[in-house]
């Protein structure tokens, strides 16, 4: 009797241990995955005071100092080579999930597709001029008035249209906890060169993982990091750019 109840115990186990076939890497990315959810962090106390104080100054100095000459410039460049208006105002996904309207230079011919469709690199609706914005990254200045109006901050995750937060948070795990910050100028995501058009899931999910990072590691410090060196990245592209020229 109690060899039968063994063996038919024995059976029953096997029966439902039966390992199925998996990638590792799927593997171990769920793990990270997991890691990351469960990890909690709080910021230092005065972190959200600070860096709103910050945000308010450096934003401010901005348009006063660059915007206050930059902006007559690239808007009558904008409306003598193209129709349409000078500044693209488009709803973005913020804090919480809340819609905001984000600023920006329009470099874009006036189409159907925008609120839809992402940018691509050799994309035919991007204009002369708007290619030069989008290289030098002038077209997302505007946004400084969007740190200003407190919808955005200088560094947090990129805000994403809303018909992508709509698609990426049915097809991506915990594509929501990024919304669980305020959206920014720039971000981890940008500074790892993940910046512009999302190609493939893999892609998207690399600058999900970095701005959960982000998100789980936020400090006056790592926000630091992060402005000093998009400001490297820009100055090398548009020194890049220079010398390709000569």
Request: net charge positive.
């Given at each position: 009797?109690?060899?039968?109840?063994?063996?038919?115990?024995?059976?029953?186990?096997?029966?439902?241990?039966?390992?199925?076939?998996?990638?590792?890497?799927?593997?171990?990315?769920?793990?990270?995955?997991?890691?990351?959810?469960?990890?909690?962090?709080?910021?230092?106390?005065?972190?959200?005071?600070?860096?709103?104080?910050?945000?308010?100054i450096?934003?401010?100095?901005f348009?006063?100092?660059?915007?206050?000459?930059?902006?007559?410039?690239?808007?009558?460049l904008?409306?003598?080579?193209?129709?349409?208006?000078?500044?693209?105002?488009?709803?973005?996904?913020?804090?919480?999930?809340?819609?905001?309207?984000?600023?920006?230079?329009?470099?874009?011919?006036?189409?159907?597709?925008?609120?839809?469709?992402?940018?691509?690199?050799?994309?035919?609706?991007?204009t002369?001029?708007?290619?030069?914005?989008?290289?030098?990254?002038?077209?997302?200045?505007?946004?400084?008035?969007?740190?200003?109006?407190?919808?955005?901050?200088?560094?947090?995750?990129?805000?994403?249209?809303?018909?992508?937060?709509?698609?990426?948070?049915?097809?991506?795990?915990?594509y929501?906890?990024?919304?669980?910050?305020?959206?920014?100028?720039?971000?981890?995501?940008?500074?790892?060169?993940?910046?512009?058009?999302?190609?493939?899931?893999?892609e998207?999910?690399?600058?999900?993982?970095?701005?959960?990072?982000?998100?789980?590691?936020?400090?006056?410090?790592?926000?630091?990091?992060?402005?000093?060196?998009?400001?490297?990245?820009?100055?090398?592209?548009?020194?890049?750019?220079?010398?390709?020229?000569?």
């Amino acid at each position: 009797m109690n060899q039968n109840a063994t063996l038919e115990f024995t059976l029953e186990r096997t029966d439902i241990v039966q390992p199925a076939p998996s990638n590792i890497s799927n593997i171990r990315f769920m793990f990270q995955e997991i890691n990351q959810l469960y990890l909690e962090h709080k910021p230092a106390a005065y972190y959200y005071t600070a860096k709103r104080i910050l945000d308010i100054i450096l934003s401010s100095l901005f348009v006063l100092l660059i915007m206050s000459w930059v902006t007559p410039i690239l808007a009558l460049l904008i409306k003598v080579t193209s129709k349409g208006p000078v500044f693209f105002i488009q709803k973005r996904t913020g804090l919480f999930g809340a819609e905001f309207d984000c600023y920006k230079f329009r470099t874009m011919y006036v189409n159907d597709e925008a609120n839809t469709t992402q940018v691509s690199i050799n994309d035919k609706r991007i204009t002369l001029v708007g290619r030069f914005l989008r290289i030098t990254h002038l077209d997302e200045t505007p946004q400084f008035f969007n740190v200003l109006l407190g919808d955005m901050s200088i560094v947090g995750p990129r805000p994403h249209m809303l018909y992508h937060t709509q698609h990426y948070s049915e097809c991506i795990p915990y594509y929501n906890l990024r919304l669980e910050v305020k959206p920014g100028m720039t971000g981890m995501a940008q500074i790892k060169d993940y910046i512009g058009e999302i190609n493939g899931e893999r892609e998207l999910r690399k600058r999900i993982q970095w701005d959960i990072y982000y998100m789980k590691n936020r400090s006056m410090l790592l926000d630091a990091q992060i402005l000093l060196t998009t400001i490297g990245k820009v100055f090398e592209k548009a020194f890049s750019m220079v010398s390709s020229k000569k």
